[in-house]
């Protein structure tokens, strides 16, 4: 099945989603209506940090046009004593990231949404709403939150037994970090700050929702999974999920950042209110001010190496935003860092920072690109002092199969050298760069290389039959980058027929078995997985009923370019059945041919991958461009190559973008102060070059296929490449993203 | 405010509306008219996503409002197509997977129209700046730009 010939596992085909997107009819979440539908807003904290003392709704209420007000008095509430988890959401905080209950903890946190005839009377009917608050100081930045004097958001929360804004700590360790540090030859270690970037994905969050006379909900909304939204909402409004039907509508981008709710269950409750279907449209400030981001983060990273570029120590202390509520994703940077290297010394700790600001959402390998920006820096720093090429250095200590991995897992395949070689390898590495073009404009080269842990879980896939001998194949994955498309791919493969005749959908809630999460590069790897197996079931029941027509062992019958044939000693006694001629006498063979399988799949090995980049520098302006970029990863398999390199070159932009504009920027009241597309500066077509894809496809050995998620290591690399390369430029090294042109002029000036 | 009356051709078609003074014309599109392929990504101009054209001018939906549509020709991405039969580059978006989430698609693909009718042979910096105004965070527009160029070239050669 893994056979490098095969006709349609690795080809370019068109999507099966393809059309409707190209003409606009492909429906989004806000692109749904229901009849007799009415509009939903939400009233957003004025304050970045203030105790709701009371809220009062009469005024709203009584507004002609206004058919329900929600507060946190009808979202269920979990006590903040006892956690509850679904995936790795504590309830606690999702239920209050939804709708504020004892404060408001961020400017734009949700205090009450009202449900009114139009958009405008809703807004009009949230402006009536009378809210008493108690305004609090606030922290913003993690230095300000950590100070023994900040403001403490939750009195709940004690570090070192005392109230703090550090909601938590994890630790990974190996050896002994002194010991290493003291046989070193060279130290490095610097301090490195990123700043908070938003996914940025197009689409702003939306739903339509409908709680219906008997009770039954229906939500149409874009998300990472339709089945998180199910669960959720039903946690959040005490409805069961049997009587909740999520419909995933196509998803105008998500990047991690659409793995959790904000809308549904405040729709629900304003639809049982009002009796009345509920739309919810965020705009994109609300998006910009009360979603997502990734964390911003304040890391301390040190590591030790011999003269020949051996690594003996290594220690990362690595402080991430959480937003208001706690759960910043530590397990990025404290697993992922230094997992890809074989360091017998290590220390790494993460701290979970609440301040006010949004919570944090996934992005993308959330907190791996973080790490990797502080590592590879100081990876690139010890090379440059040993006089060694920064990915020989790297070579020499890659990980090796059999390690056992910092966060505890033994590495099965390590792949890590091969993107290194590739990098070596390509024209681009060894390409003359004039570091010196223009008077005033310097350009560097940089290298860096990143982690991904990757994941398996829980999938689900349906391959069904129609009457005329076609395949119709369901998964329970919102397709956020082509997954469709691979799917068709594989089914078309194992079935033996034309890609045209096979259709491949997604189910809701209510039409297929629970799928996990579209995340952690893991939909690809398990749903064809799962869709093997269900191919594989389909055609045993296929071989059954030829070997039924022939009277022969069902072991005696062969399935090959769409048809069964007889094997072994009948072969070429009886002409082939086609899956057409199968399927036209179903029913008088014991009934539809199709299959569900369900499984919570394994066996995801990591990604690795290696960038390299050219910058050039305009000095005077402190403006950089990426002139080159060339970036390999191990796919596994490229199921379809276009949506692996799709994945690889839109990873590698936004890391650009986190590297060198973006950035949440706040006054002094704790308010976004650039809420929207023109200064949250995300890389528009100009900005960019060609990002040079360079797909490497050694199968891993426990998927039929040899899949490797894809999705996120992409966006390991870019942030320390560009850091790297921007050093080789100026002999100036940026510790603090982004690197864009107002610090590039200051620390420019600092060096001198 | 009593709504207004407005007279207009989209996609080739006339039509009637009326209006709210402050509506804008991707309000409009998107309700009333159900045209919803137009789609809404910022409400302000930065992103492109409702790119529409306005007599043969690219726009942005958001920015106009819908009573400036009286008699002008609107073009949506619902016109792009004609008969069934997909503009050369819907055709080479999908055979190049010039598009992941497709959120962005609609504005992207009549902005590079508008661009090639402006200039049927565009270099890759023109292409880069013709489309400057959509934002797309799927592609990393590498897919996008060669597309379009592609496209371009496909054009020129049937023209000739």
Known sequence: ?752 | MAKLHVTTTINGEPVEYLCDPSASMLDVLRGPLGLTGTKEGCGSGDCGACSITVDGRLMCACLMLAVEAEGKTIGTIEGMAEHGVLHPLQQKFLEMAALQCGICTPGVLIAARSLLEKNPDPTEEEVRFGLAGNLCRCTGYDKIVRAVMETAADMRETVR
């Open chain 1, 1 to 752: 099945m893994n056979d490098m010939s095969n006709k349609w596992i690795g080809a370019r085909t068109i999507r099966p989603d393809g059309a409707d997107k190209v003409t606009g009819r492909a429906q989004y979440s806000a692109d749904y209506t229901m009849p007799g539908m009415v509009w939903g807003k939400v009233l957003r904290s004025p304050h970045a940090h203030a105790v709701i003392k009371s809220i009062d709704t009469s005024k709203a209420e009584a507004l002609p046009g206004v058919k329900a007000v929600v507060t946190a008095k009808d979202i269920v509430e979990f006590p903040l004593d006892k956690s509850v988890m679904l995936g790795i959401q504590d309830m606690r905080w999702m239920c209050r990231n939804v709708m504020a209950r004892e404060k408001a903890l961020f400017h734009g946190h949700p205090v009450a949404a009202v449900a009114a005839i139009s958009e405008e009377v809703a807004a009009a009917a949230c402006a009536l709403i009378e809210v008493d608050y108690e305004v609090l100081p606030h922290a913003i930045e993690i230095e300000d939150a950590i100070k023994p004097d900040a403001p403490i958001l939750h009195d709940f929360i004690k570090h070192e037994g005392k109230p703090s804004n550090i909601a938590g700590t994890m630790v990974l360790k190996t050896g002994d970090v002194e010991k290493g540090f003291a046989e070193a030859d060279v130290v490095v270690e610097h301090t490195f700050s990123t700043r908070a970037v938003h996914q940025g994905y197009i689409e702003p969050h939306a739903c339509t929702v409908s709680y219906a006379a008997d009770g039954r909900v229906t939500i149409w909304s874009s998300s990472q999974g339709q089945f998180m939204v199910r669960a959720m909402t039903s946690l959040l409004t005490g409805i069961p999920q049997s009587n909740i039907r999520a419909i995933p509508a196509e998803i105008g981008g998500g990047f991690g950042a659409k793995t959790i709710i904000y809308l549904e269950p405040v729709a629900v409750m304003l639809s049982k209110k009002s009796g009345r279907p509920v739309k919810m449209v965020m705009t994109r400030e609300e998006v910009q001010r009360a979603t997502g981001p990734a964390p911003g983060s304040l890391m301390t990273v040190k590591i030790g190496a011999k003269k020949d570029g051996t690594l003996v120590a290594a220690e990362g202390h690595f402080y991430l935003q959480a937003g208001g509520l706690p759960g910043s994703p530590l397990r990025g940077p404290v697993g992922c860092s230094f997992a890809a290297y074989s360091i017998p010394n290590v220390y790494s700790i993460g701290y979970d920072v609440v301040s006010n600001r949004s919570k944090v959402a996934a992005y993308r390998a959330p907190g791996a690109p973080h790490g990797a920006f502080a590592t590879e820096c100081v990876l690139d720093e010890i090379a440059e002092k040993l006089g060694l090429d920064p990915i020989d250095m790297r070579v020499r200590n890659s990980a090796k199969p059999g390690d056992k991995a910092i966060y505890g897992a033994t590495f099965g395949d390590v792949t890590f050298v091969e993107t290194m070689d590739a990098i070596r390898k390509h024209p681009h590495y060894k390409a003359p760069l004039d570091k010196n073009p223009r008077p005033g404009v310097k350009r560097g080269r940089g290298v860096a290389s990143g982690f991904w842990y990757n994941a398996g879980g829980e999938s689900s896939v349906q391959v069904n039959i129609t009457e005329d001998g076609n395949a119709v194949v369901t998964t329970g994955h919102p397709d956020v980058g082509g997954s469709r498309a691979s799917i068709a791919n594989v089914v078309a493969e194992l079935m033996g027929i034309d890609h045209s005749r096979v259709s491949v959908i997604i189910g809701d809630t209510q039409t297929i078995g629970f799928s996990n999460l579209t995340g952690g590069s893991r939909v690809t790897f398990a749903s064809a997985m799962v869709a093997t197996a269900s191919c594989e079931k389909v055609i045993g029941q296929l071989k059954d009923r030829a070997a039924q027509i022939w009277k022969i062992d069902a072991e005696a019958v062969k399935w090959e370019d769409g048809m069964a044939l007889p094997a072994g000693d009948n072969a070429g006694k009886f002409p082939p059945l086609s899956l057409k001629d199968l399927a036209a006498k179903a029913n008088e063979m014991g009934g539809p041919i199709g299959t569900q399988v369900q499984l919570n799949t394994t066996g995801a090995d990591p990604g690795y991958a290696t960038h390299c980049v050219d910058v050039e520098v305009d000095v005077d302006l402190g403006i950089i461009r990426v002139l080159r970029y060339t970036a390999a990863q191990d796919v596994g398999r490229a199921l379809h190559p276009s949506y692996v390199e799709g994945q690889i070159q839109g990873g590698v932009v936004q890391g650009i973008g986190w590297a060198l504009s973006e950035e949440y920027v706040f006054d002094k009241n704790g308010r976004v102060d650039n809420a929207g597309f023109l200064d949250y500066r995300m890389p528009v077509c100009s900005d960019v070059p060609m990002i040079e894809p360079i797909v490497i496809e050694i199968p891993n050995s426990k998927h039929p296929q040899g899949v490797r998620g894809v999705g996120e290591a992409p966006i390991v690399p870019p942030l320390a490449a560009i850091a790297n390369a921007v050093n080789d430029a100026l002999g100036v090294r940026f510790f603090d993203l982004p690197m864009s042109p107002p610090r590039v002029t200051a620390r420019l000036d600092e060096a001198g």
